[in-house]
Protein backbone atom coordinates (compact mmCIF):
# COMPACT_ATOMS: atom_id res chain seq x y z
CA UNK A 1 0.00 0.00 0.00
CA UNK A 2 1.35 3.51 -1.22
CA UNK A 3 1.14 5.78 1.60
CA UNK A 4 1.72 9.46 1.50
CA UNK A 5 1.74 11.70 4.58
CA UNK A 6 2.93 15.43 5.10
CA UNK A 7 5.18 15.22 1.72
CA UNK A 8 6.56 11.79 3.00
CA UNK A 9 6.02 9.04 0.78
CA UNK A 10 6.47 4.90 1.13
CA UNK A 11 5.11 1.46 0.62
CA UNK A 12 4.03 -0.26 3.77
CA UNK A 13 1.88 -3.28 3.98
CA UNK A 14 -1.76 -2.37 4.99
CA UNK A 15 -1.41 -4.39 8.53
CA UNK A 16 1.03 -1.89 9.30
CA UNK A 17 -0.68 0.99 8.04
CA UNK A 18 -3.95 0.04 10.06
CA UNK A 19 -1.42 -0.32 13.23
CA UNK A 20 0.13 2.84 12.55
CA UNK A 21 -2.95 4.81 12.50
CA UNK A 22 -4.55 2.75 15.44
CA UNK A 23 -0.79 3.71 17.86
CA UNK A 24 -1.49 7.69 16.60
CA UNK A 25 -4.69 7.33 17.29
CA UNK A 26 -4.53 6.41 21.25
CA UNK A 27 -1.19 8.41 21.13
CA UNK A 28 -3.89 11.79 20.10
CA UNK A 29 -6.53 11.27 22.49
CA UNK A 30 -4.26 10.33 25.17
CA UNK A 31 -3.05 13.16 24.62
CA UNK A 32 -5.84 15.46 24.39
CA UNK A 33 -7.29 13.31 27.47
CA UNK A 34 -4.11 14.39 29.65
CA UNK A 35 -4.23 18.26 29.01
CA UNK A 36 -7.95 18.48 29.87
CA UNK A 37 -7.73 16.48 32.90
CA UNK A 38 -4.76 18.79 33.64
CA UNK A 39 -6.97 22.13 33.04
CA UNK A 40 -9.51 20.00 34.98
CA UNK A 41 -7.50 19.66 37.91
CA UNK A 42 -5.95 23.64 38.02
CA UNK A 43 -9.26 24.65 38.08
CA UNK A 44 -10.27 22.76 40.81
CA UNK A 45 -7.45 23.60 43.03
CA UNK A 46 -7.98 27.16 42.13
CA UNK A 47 -11.61 26.48 43.33
CA UNK A 48 -10.89 24.78 46.39
CA UNK A 49 -8.15 28.11 47.23
CA UNK A 50 -10.87 30.64 46.76
CA UNK A 51 -12.94 28.15 49.09
CA UNK A 52 -10.63 27.79 51.62
CA UNK A 53 -9.70 32.03 51.55
CA UNK A 54 -13.47 32.56 52.17
CA UNK A 55 -14.18 30.55 55.31
CA UNK A 56 -10.66 31.54 56.46
CA UNK A 57 -12.38 35.07 56.17
CA UNK A 58 -15.38 34.30 57.40
CA UNK A 59 -14.42 32.81 60.88
CA UNK A 60 -12.58 35.60 61.44
CA UNK A 61 -15.56 38.11 60.59
CA UNK A 62 -17.77 35.74 63.13
CA UNK A 63 -14.54 35.76 65.84
CA UNK A 64 -14.71 39.88 65.86
CA UNK A 65 -18.00 39.98 65.99
CA UNK A 66 -18.00 37.75 69.34
CA UNK A 67 -16.10 40.35 70.99
Given at each position: MDVSY???HGHVPLRVALLLAAVGGILLTGLAGSA???QLR??????RR???RAVKA???DSSKARR
Open positions: FGARIMATARKHAHHGAK
